[in-house]
C-alpha cells in the first residue's frame, strides 16, 4: 500500500465511490473496502496509515473492527462513522480507543482534516516504535545508544581499548558520557571480575588528597594510630577511575606520575613502596591540554596520560542520535516516575532536535525527565498550541530549568526566577512538578 494510505471501509457504493473521490481529490492515497472482513485481511503489519469505516454494515460491524485493529496494534488509528442514532455507540467507542467519530452527512472537509491529524499521531507513533527498536538493538550491544559515525567509532574504540589493558585519558565537554566510557573500559576489559575504584579528584582537599590516594602507615598521620590502605593499593587488580584530574594539586600530581611510571605506591610514613597492578583511566572534565599551557597541570603526567586518548562526541555533532537517546530516557522516567502514559509530542521532538545541547548528555535526560514530570501526552496530535498553550509551555520549561540548574533547591530556584516563593509553589502545583525528584537525582547527575 502507498505511504501513508487511508484504509476506507464502507458498505453503500455509492457512499464509497463519493468520499473516495473526495479524499483522493485532497490528495490522500485511498484504498476502499465494502466489508470489515475484507478490509482486515488486507491490513499489512506496521499500517503506516489510517483507517475510516462505517459502524453499521453486515458480518462484521466498525466496532468489531475496532476491537480487532486494537488488538493487532492499539497504535493503528480508527475513525468511525456513523448516523445520528449511534452517537452514543460512537462515544463509547471513542473510550474503547477509537481516534474520532464523525456523524453522516459529514463535510469532506473536516473528514480530511481528521485524517490528517490521525496520519500525523501515526506518524509519530511508528517513529517512536522504530526509535526504541533502535535503543533496543543498542543496548543489546552498549549502552553508548546512537548510530552515528562518531559514536560508532566510540563504541568499536571502547572495546578495542578495553582489551588492551593500557592506561587511557577520557576527554570532552561537560555531560557527554565520559564516566560511562570509563565504566565501559573495565566492563569489557580482562579486570571486570576485580573491583574499578573511582576517586572524584576535584572532591579532594589537598591536605587530604595524598593520604585518600596513598594511604599511610599506623602512627604516622596525627590523631591516628592505625594504618590506612589508599585507594591506589585498594585498585590493585583493577581499575583506577581519577574523575576530575585536572582538580588535583601540583604535589599530588608529581606523587601521582610516579605510581603510574612505576608501577609502585608508598603510604605516608612507610619505609618502601609497594608494587600494584593498576589499569589507571583518567577523566578530565576541562581542557587539560589549557591547563599544561597555563602551568595548572604537570606536562609530563598529561603525556603520560594522554597516551591513548579517547575524546567523546559533543551530542550538537550527533543530531541522528538525540531522539534515540531521548526516547530511552524517556522510556527510564516513565519507569521510574510511575507515568506509563505519557507520550512523546511533535512539540518534543521539536525541542530535541533544534537545541544545541550545551550540557550534553546529561540535559538531554534532565529534558525527557522533567518532560515526563510535567505529566500528560505531548502535542502528538499535530495540532499547532494556541498562544496560551505556547505561554504554559515555557514558563514549565523556565522552571524545570531553574530547578535542574539548582538541583531542586527551591529557595535558590526562586532566585533565579526572580518570583515570590509563593508563585513557584503555586506554579509548580499547576504543573504537577515535583522538586524532591530533582534533589534525589542531583547527586548522580554531576557524575
Not at 573491583?195 to 598521620?221: N, T
Not at 590502605?229 to 583493577?238: E, L, M, P, V, Y
Request: glycine share 8%; charged share 25%.
Amino acid at each position: 500500500m502507498t505511504e501513508q494510505t487511508v484504509l476506507f471501509v464502507e458498505d453503500d457504493a455509492a457512499l464509497r465511490f463519493a468520499t473516495v473521490q473526495a479524499l483522493e481529490l485532497a490528495g490522500l492515497a485511498v484504498h476502499a473496502f465494502a466489508g470489515a472482513d475484507v478490509a482486515l485481511a488486507a491490513l499489512p503489519e506496521d499500517f503506516d496509515g489510517v483507517i475510516v469505516s462505517d459502524i453499521r454494515m453486515p458480518r462484521v460491524d466498525g466496532l468489531q473492527l475496532l476491537a480487532r485493529v486494537r488488538a493487532r496494534d492499539p497504535d493503528l488509528p480508527v475513525i468511525l462513522v456513523t448516523g445520528h442514532g449511534d452517537v452514543p455507540i460512537a462515544v463509547a467507542a471513542l473510550r474503547d480507543g477509537a481516534f474520532d467519530f464523525l456523524t453522516k452527512p459529514f463535510a469532506t472537509d473536516h473528514l480530511v482534516a481528521t485524517i490528517r491529524r490521525a496520519l500525523e499521531r501515526r506518524g509519530l507513533r511508528l517513529e517512536n516504535r522504530r526509535l526504541r527498536a533502535a535503543v533496543a538493538a543498542g543496548e543489546a550491544d552498549s549502552p553508548l545508544l546512537g548510530e552515528s559515525a562518531g559514536i560508532v567509532q566510540l563504541r568499536a574504540t571502547i572495546r578495542r581499548l578495553a582489551i588492551a589493558n593500557v592506561d587511557v585519558l577520557i576527554e570532552g565537554e561537560t555531560g557527554v558520557g565520559k564516566e560511562l566510557a570509563a565504566t565501559l573500559l573495565h566492563r569489557l576489559g580482562p579486570r571486570r571480575a576485580r573491583p574499578l575504584i573511582a576517586v572524584d579528584c576535584a572532591a579532594l582537599p589537598e591536605e587530604q588528597a595524598a593520604i585518600e590516594l596513598f594511604g599511610h602507615a599506623a602512627d604516622s598521620v596525627a590523631h591516628t594510630r592505625l594504618s590506612r590502605t589508599g585507594t591506589i593499593a585498594t585498585s590493585s587488580g583493577g581499575t583506577l577511575l581519577l574523575d576530575a584530574i585536572d582538580g588535583l594539586a601540583p604535589a599530588t600530581q608529581a606523587a601521582l606520575l610516579r605510581v603510574i611510571e612505576e608501577r609502585e605506591v608508598q603510604p605516608i610514613g612507610a619505609g618502601r613502596a609497594d608494587a600494584v597492578d593498576l589499569r589507571v583511566v583518567a577523566i578530565s572534565r576541562g581542557d587539560l591540554a589549557g591547563a599544561v599551557a597555563a602551568g595548572r597541570f604537570r606536562a609530563d603526567l598529561y603525556h603520560r596520560l594522554g597516551l591513548t586518548r579517547i575524546a567523546i562526541p559533543p551530542l550538537r555533532t550527533r543530531e541522528h542520535d538525540r531522539m534515540i537517546l531521548f526516547v530511552a530516557f524517556v522510556d527510564q522516567a516513565r519507569d521510574l516516575l510511575a507515568r506509563p502514559d505519557y507520550t512523546i509530542g511533535e512539540a518534543e521532538r521539536r525541542r530535541v532536535s533544534d537545541h544545541d545541547w550545551p550540557g550534553n548528555v546529561r540535559e538531554l535526560r534532565n529534558y525527557a525527565f522533567a518532560c515526563v514530570l510535567a505529566g500528560g501526552e505531548g502535542s502528538g496530535g499535530g495540532d499547532v498550541p494556541d498562544l496560551p498553550s505556547r505561554v504554559a509551555e515555557f514558563e514549565r520549561i523556565a522552571l524545570v530549568d531553574a530547578l535542574r540548574a539548582s538541583g531542586g533547591n527551591v529557595v535558590k530556584a526562586v532566585d533565579r526566577l526572580g518570583i515570590p516563593r509563593k508563585t513557584l509553589y503555586y506554579k509548580l502545583s499547576r504543573y504537577g512538578i515535583d522538586p524532591d525528584a530533582f534533589r534525589a537525582r542531583a547527586e548522580t547527575d554531576e557524575r
